[in-house]
């Protein structure tokens, strides 16, 4: 089977995971619950989960300059916004939540920033934002320890806390090893890549004299990521959901890493299903937990439009112009 075929039915395989998680949901909707719904649900705060989606946007494009910067890497601040928005829509149609961080290596890239410095930066923006879930999952779960919330179907382990910690110490204290260049021939298809990714790979260890921009960016993406807890906060609140923050805060990191699985669309079905599942957990009914999760759904493709209007214009290319290494 060529690779071109073989990409294409794992394009169908997504589709058909995401198609059928979404149909098992639609199958569990009672529409006569729905119609109920409806009539009672608090615009306001629709509108603020709106607003909340949108200005996750423009924090996460700050987190991103500073990881540029500390490349000397300069891209106005309003090229990156469209550049996040622009990644966010086309990460729709896209295997994951991570096939996004491609959009944003290609599209600077393209404007004059060298790729290894640019992929470097995404990785770490990426590895920082996933130690900042596991620093909200490991703080809600020792909250929940604490303090049982009795409404919740849900027993924590304290075996669970363990491993957390030991993941959380282990990676802020895991260094990056020193790679030996190869001295064995020259040329080839093997020693070509190998050049590459010592070059991505030394570009990413050349952070690590940068704690300061490390700690900005981490302490931005704990924001970014209680940004995303109060979107769904707010979600379940316009349509009359009593959810608990802290176990909202222990929530949105297991769903967020999961939607990073290639098994569907921009976590199409995936996402809903996992919202759905563990909002019962919590002591919802099952048509107000679907009520949510499809809801959020339907604010985040909404939130993307900017993205689908820079996309269309081509206006995303006017403000990237990345200048060269100073």
Same mark, same amino acid.
């Given at each position: ?105 290609? #599209? /600077?890239?393209?404007? +004059? %920033?060298?790729?290894?410095? @640019?992929?470097?930066?995404? =990785?770490?923006?990426? &590895?920082?934002? !996933? ?103 707010? #979600? /379940?609140?316009?349509? +009359? %959901?009593?959810?608990?923050? @802290?176990?909202?805060?222990? =929530?949105?990191?297991? &769903?967020?890493? !999961? ?68």
């Amino acid at each position: 089977m060529t690779d071109h075929a073989r990409r294409r039915w794992m394009l169908v395989l997504r589709l058909l995971v995401s198609a059928a998680v979404i149909a098992f949901i639609v199958t569990r909707v009672d529409l006569d619950q729905f119609e109920h719904l409806l009539p009672t649900m608090r615009w306001h705060l629709v509108l603020a989960a709106l607003a909340g989606l949108l200005a996750e946007r423009y924090v996460v494009s700050y987190r991103w300059e500073l990881l540029l910067v500390a490349k000397r890497i300069r891209i106005p601040f309003g090229g990156l916004v469209k550049v996040y928005f622009l990644s966010g829509f086309l990460g729709t149609f896209l295997p994951s939540s991570i096939a996004p961080d491609f959009v944003r290596v290609w #599209v /600077a890239s393209r404007n +004059g %920033a060298k790729s290894h410095d @640019v992929l470097s930066s995404v =990785i770490i923006d990426r &590895v920082i934002g !996933l130690y900042s879930l596991l620093l909200m999952a490991l703080f809600a779960l020792l909250a929940l320890t604490v303090a049982p919330n009795p409404t919740l179907k849900l027993n924590v382990p304290w075996q669970a806390l363990a491993v957390l910690a030991a993941l959380a110490l282990g990676a802020a204290l895991y260094p990056f090893p020193p790679l030996r260049r190869s001295s064995s021939g020259r040329g080839g298809l093997a020693a070509r890549l190998w050049e590459h990714f010592l070059k991505f790979y030394e570009s990413c260890e050349s952070y690590k004299s940068r704690r300061g921009t490390l700690l900005s960016v981490l302490l931005i993406s704990l924001v970014n990521q209680s940004l995303a807890v109060l979107v769904i906060w707010f #979600v /379940a609140r316009s349509l +009359g %959901a009593e959810l608990s923050l @802290v176990y909202l805060f222990l =929530i949105v990191p297991v &769903v967020s890493v !999961l939607v990073m699985i290639p098994i569907s669309l921009g976590g199409l079905g995936v996402q809903e299903g996992a919202y759905a599942y563990l909002f019962t957990l919590a002591g919802l009914d099952t048509q107000l937990s679907i009520a949510i999760a499809l809801l959020f759904r339907a604010l985040t493709l909404l939130s993307t439009l900017p993205g689908a209007w820079f996309y269309s214009t081509g206006s995303y290319r006017e403000q990237m112009g990345a200048a060269p290494r100073e």
